[in-house]
């Protein structure tokens, strides 16, 4: 049972909702694929919980081809997509080829997510679809940006910006995308971009009326440092992992 694009698609005519997580290694990867999840996406957020870093800017090329070939190696049959990281990209369509094409080969991806509607994103995602690359795209919440929103700040509050969103997805949809990340803008947004696009859309803090729901693994095994005020542990690792290290030490220094 392979998922597949044409899959992905089906399920939102259906109304059958798809759900993401995201995985960062093998051990990552082989726990959502055995719980049955539907796409497993190798997100640039790992530069955050994972690697320490405080946003996804300084994350590489060369560190995410690193964890997405572990990834690959975890999967037997969810859907996997890779994060194009920033900057590599961005600065032509034809850099965004190379890069998107270096993924696919080196990691062996179904799919690669890259961040932005706007009219230049799109021409990028049109020349993506257009030599056989399933793309995703990612708008409101744009992590890539951060420093310009000045913060992981919920987008789209405003009239003006909601319809700029809408417009961005829009374009996507015409560029070739197969599915869109939603993140964090108001329910009522969302609602309105699910509705109107053929494609289906991933909310994360985007609220209930989205196609499917994606989360970083680590803030749902709340194992996570810190995390988004939307995402909604439905473990806590954090302190087991750390209650067991505790006694472990406690048993070593054990004197016999
Ligand atoms: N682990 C973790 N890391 C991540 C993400 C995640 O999903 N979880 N997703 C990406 C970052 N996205 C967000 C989205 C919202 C917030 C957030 O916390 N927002 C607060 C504070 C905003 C502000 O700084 O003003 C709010 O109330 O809106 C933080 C990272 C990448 N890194
Ligand atoms: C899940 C999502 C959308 C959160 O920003 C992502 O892109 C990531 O994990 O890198
Ligand atoms: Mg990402």
């Known amino acids: 049972m ?38 497993a996406l190798v997100g640039d957020s790992l530069a955050m919980p994972v690697l320490g870093y405080e946003t996804t800017v300084p994350l590489t090329l060369d ?11 975890g999967l037997s049959n969810a859907f996997m997509v890779v994060d194009l990281p920033f900057l590599s990209y961005q600065v032509s369509p034809e850099q965004a080829l190379v890069t998107a094409g270096k993924v696919m080969k080196e990691t062996g991806t179904q799919g690669v997510k890259l961040e932005g509607g706007h009219p230049a994103m799109a021409a990028t995602v ?17 992590p890539q940006s951060v420093h310009q ?3 992981f700040r919920k987008q789209g509050k405003t009239a003006k910006e909601a319809e700029r969103i809408l417009q961005e997805a829009q374009a996507l949809e015409r560029a070739g995308a197969f599915a869109i990340v939603l993140e964090h803008i108001p329910q009522d947004v969302a609602k309105a971009i699910t509705q109107t696009l053929g494609i289906p859309t991933i909310g994360i803090g985007a609220g209930p009326h989205c196609d499917g729901q994606v989360l970083v693994t680590s803030d749902l095994w709340g194992l996570s440092e810190w995390q988004p005020p939307f995402a909604q542990p439905l473990a806590d690792l954090r302190s087991q992992a750390i209650n067991a290290v505790q006694q472990f030490c406690n048993q070593v220094r054990q004197t016999p």
């Open 63 to 73: 560190e995410i081809i690193h964890h997405a070939k572990a990834v690959r190696r």
């Open 2 to 39: 392979t998922i597949t694009v044409s899959q992905i698609n089906r399920w939102k005519q259906e109304g059958r909702a798809i759900a993401a997580l995201t995985a960062w290694d093998y051990l990552s990867a082989q726990l959502v694929d055995a719980a049955g999840v539907d796409i």
């Open 126 to 142: 049109a020349r993506l679809t257009q030599i056989g690359i399933p793309v995703m795209g990612h708008v409101g919440l744009t």
């Open 149 to 151: 929103f000045g913060g």
